[in-house]
C-alpha cells in the first residue's frame, strides 16, 4: 500500500522558488577582481538567474544540454548554478586550474554545447577553444571589458529576455542539473553527473546540525572553488536557508581571505587544508589583525586536516575547525568529524585526536570497509578499503563504461581511500590506495606521517611519498618546506616523528624543497613529487 504524500520534486528550482519568497533582501556579496565589492540581494540573484534560464532557451538549449562554466566565485557564477539547472540545462563545471589538453578533452567528453566564460579566463579559454564544438561562447564581463569577437555579452544576454516570460520547467528529480569531473589526482578526469534530487537532498543533509549546520543567520564564503564538486554544495545550501554569501572573486591567497572573512563577519567558511596552513601562519604573525570573532566554523576537506593545524587555530586563535572527508563521486559530503557528546568532557587531547579523523557518515551514506578477507570490523583497527553508499553518492561514471569496476556487485561505490572504522562508525582514513608505502610487505600511512611531521613547529608544509627501494620494495620519503624564517634538519624532524611511530615507519630522510606542487584543488600533487624522487634510493638523487 503506498503512501498518501505528494510526490513533490527535489530540484533546483524549488531551491530557488523558496529563497526568492523568504530570503529575497538577504545580500550576496562579490569580491571584483579589483577587489571592490559588488553588493546585491537574493531578489536580484533569482531573477538574473532565471533570466539567464530563460535566455539560455531562447539560444537553442534543450533539455539536458551540458553548459559549461569557467569562472571563479562570483555572483555571476551563482547565478549559472541556478539558471543552467532551472532552464532543464546541465551546469558543468570546468575546473580553471587544469591544463588546457584536459580541459579540451573534459568539456568535449561531456558534449558541452554552451559555455560562460570569465573576462579574467579568457586567455586560458582561447587556449582550448577551438578544440570543442561549442554552440555558443557567453562572455561574462567580469572586468567589464567588451565581448569579443563571436560571443554574446552575458550582461546583453539577460536584459534581452523579460523576467515575467519565465515559467518553472516542470522537471523530474531524476534529471540531470549538473556535471562535475574528478580533478585526476588519480587517472584521467571521470565525469559524475548529479541529479536535482541527489543536489537538493545533500543541501538539506549540510544544513543539519551535526553536519554543516549551515542557517539563516550564517555569512557563508566557500573558498572551495565553484568549479570544483560545486563549493561543496554550499551555495545551494546557503540559497536553501537564506543564508548571506560572500564570494572572494579570483582573490584566494590567504591575506585577502583574511580581510574579507574579518570585513563581512563571516561565520561559516570551507576549503582545503592547504588554505588553511597558510591562514594559521599569518594569524600566528599576527595575532591581533583580524577580526574573526564572527566566524564559528572552518571547514576543512579535501585532503587530511593535520591535527597540530586544528589545534593551533583553536588554541591560539579560538577558531574551530570542522573536519570533513568527501568526494566529486559524493556531492561531494561523506562524513563529518563534530565532536559526539560521549566527548564533550574529554580532555582536549583526545578531542583533537578525534576531530582529525574523517568523522561518522551523515545520514543516508552509509560506510563499510573490505580488505582481502572481507568486510572489516569496526574496531578502529583493521583497514581495509572504504566503500560507501547513499543518497547522493553516484552511481556510474558518466559514459564511462571502463570505469565500472569503481562499483561493487551489490552497489557501492569503491573510494580507493583505504581506512579503519572506530566502533561507533568513525572513518579514519589511513591513505589513499595510490600513496599508501608498501614497504616490506607491510603498509605506512603517508597521511599520519605528514600530519605528524606538520606538528613541527618549524614545518609549513609536508609530503610523503613512497619510493621504490631494492631491499624493501617501497621506502618513505618526506618532502618538507619550511616556515620563513625557521630552521630543522632531517634528523631533528625524523627525531620528532620518533615516539609516535614504529622504527620502520619513520622516513629514511628528508628532503626540503621550496614548494610542494599542488593539484588543481590545491592538494598535494604526490604523482609530480613520486616522479620527481623516483631513483632516490635506487640510483641518482632525482632531485
Ligand atoms: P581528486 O581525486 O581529484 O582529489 P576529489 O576532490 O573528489 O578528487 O577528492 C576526493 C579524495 O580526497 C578522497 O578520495 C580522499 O582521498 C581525499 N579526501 C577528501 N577529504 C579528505 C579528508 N578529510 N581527509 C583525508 N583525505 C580526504
Not at 566554523?297 to 591535527?307: F, I, L, Q, Y
Not at 566503500?387 to 569503491?414: C, H, I, K, L, M
Amino acid at each position: 500500500m503506498d503512501g498518501l504524500i505528494m510526490d513533490y520534486q527535489l530540484t533546483i528550482p524549488a531551491i530557488l522558488r523558496r529563497a526568492a519568497s523568504l530570503y529575497a533582501e538577504k545580500e550576496i556579496v562579490t569580491q571584483r577582481p579589483d577587489k571592490s565589492l559588488h553588493r546585491y540581494q537574493y531578489a536580484d540573484m533569482v531573477s538574473r538567474a532565471r533570466r539567464l534560464a530563460l535566455a539560455l532557451r531562447k539560444l537553442g538549449l534543450t533539455d539536458g544540454d551540458r553548459v559549461g562554466t569557467l569562472a571563479w566565485n562570483h555572483y555571476q557564477h551563482l547565478e549559472a548554478y541556478f539558471g543552467i539547472p532551472c532552464a532543464g540545462g546541465v551546469l558543468h563545471t570546468l575546473n580553471l586550474r587544469l591544463h588546457e589538453d584536459d580541459l579540451a578533452y573534459i568539456a568535449s567528453h561531456a558534449e558541452d554545447r554552451f559555455v560562460l566564460v570569465d573576462e579574467t579566463l579568457w586567455d586560458l579559454f582561447e587556449k582550448f577553444r577551438d578544440r570543442v564544438a561549442w554552440n555558443k561562447v557567453i562572455w561574462i564581463p567580469t572586468r567589464g571589458g567588451a565581448a569579443p569577437e563571436g560571443t554574446i555579452d552575458y550582461e546583453e544576454l539577460l536584459a534581452s529576455v523579460d523576467e515575467s516570460d519565465f515559467e518553472e520547467p516542470d522537471l523530474d528529480e531524476r534529471q540531470a542539473a549538473a556535471m562535475c569531473y574528478t580533478s585526476g589526482t588519480t587517472g584521467r578526469p571521470k565525469g559524475v553527473l548529479y541529479s536535482h534530487r541527489a543536489m537538493a537532498l545533500h543541501s538539506l543533509g549540510t544544513c543539519l546540525s551535526d553536519s554543516l549546520a549551515v542557517s539563516e543567520s550564517d555569512t557563508v564564503l566557500p573558498v572551495v572553488p565553484m568549479f570544483h564538486a560545486n563549493a561543496w554544495g554550499l551555495p545551494y545550501a546557503a540559497a536553501l536557508v537564506g543564508s548571506k554569501q560572500v564570494f572572494p572573486g579570483p582573490h584566494l591567497d590567504p591575506s585577502s581571505l583574511l580581510d574579507l572573512l574579518a570585513s563581512e563577519r563571516v561565520t561559516l567558511t570551507a576549503g582545503v587544508p592547504t588554505i588553511w596552513l597558510g591562514m594559521l601562519q599569518i594569524l600566528d604573525e599576527h595575532p591581533k589583525r583580524y577580526d574573526l570573532s564572527a566566524l564559528r566554523a572552518m571547514v576543512v576537506g579535501g585532503s587530511a586536516a593535520p591535527r597540530a593545524m586544528i589545534e593551533g587555530f583553536w588554541q591560539r586563535h579560538g577558531l574551530r575547525i570542522v573536519h570533513a572527508w568527501g568526494m566529486t563521486e559524493l556531492c561531494p559530503l561523506g562524513t563529518i568529524s563534530t565532536l559526539p557528546s560521549k566527548l564533550r568532557d574529554a580532555p582536549p587531547a583526545e578531542q583533537f585526536s578525534r576531530m582529525a579523523k574523517q568523522g561518522p557518515p551523515v545520514p543516508f551514506v552509509e560506510v563499510r570497509g573490505r580488505n582481502e578477507q572481507g568486510l572489516i570490523p569496526w574496531d578502529g583497527k583493521t583497514v581495509g578499503e572504504l566503500e560507501v553508499r547513499g543518497v547522493w553518492v553516484a552511481s556510474a561514471y558518466y559514459n564511462r563504461p571502463d570505469a565500472q569496476d569503481s562499483f561493487t556487485d551489490d552497489g557501492w561505490f569503491r573510494t580507493g581511500d583505504i581506512v579503519a572504522i572506530e566502533p561507533d562508525g568513525c572513518v579514519h582514513l589511513q591513505d589513499r590506495a595510490k600513496d599508501v608505502i608498501k614497504s616490506g610487505g607491510e603498509w605506512i600511512s603517508s597521511v599520519a606521517l605528514e600530519n605528524a611531521l606538520m606538528g613541527h613547529p618549524a614545518v609549513a608544509e609536508a609530503a610523503v611519498i613512497p619510493v621504490a627501494h631494492p631491499k624493501w620494495d617501497e621506502r618513505p620519503l618526506a618532502v618538507v618546506v619550511l616556515k620563513d624564517g625557521q630552521s630543522a634538519s632531517a634528523d631533528e624532524l625524523i627525531e620528532h616523528l620518533r615516539p609516535h611511530f614504529a622504527k620502520w615507519w619513520l622516513p629514511d630522510t628528508v628532503e626540503f624543497v621550496e614548494q610542494i606542487p599542488k593539484t588543481s584543488a590545491g592538494k598535494f600533487l604526490k604523482t609530480a613529487l613520486r616522479e620527481q624522487f623516483r631513483d632516490y634510493f635506487t640510483g641518482g638523487t632525482g632531485s
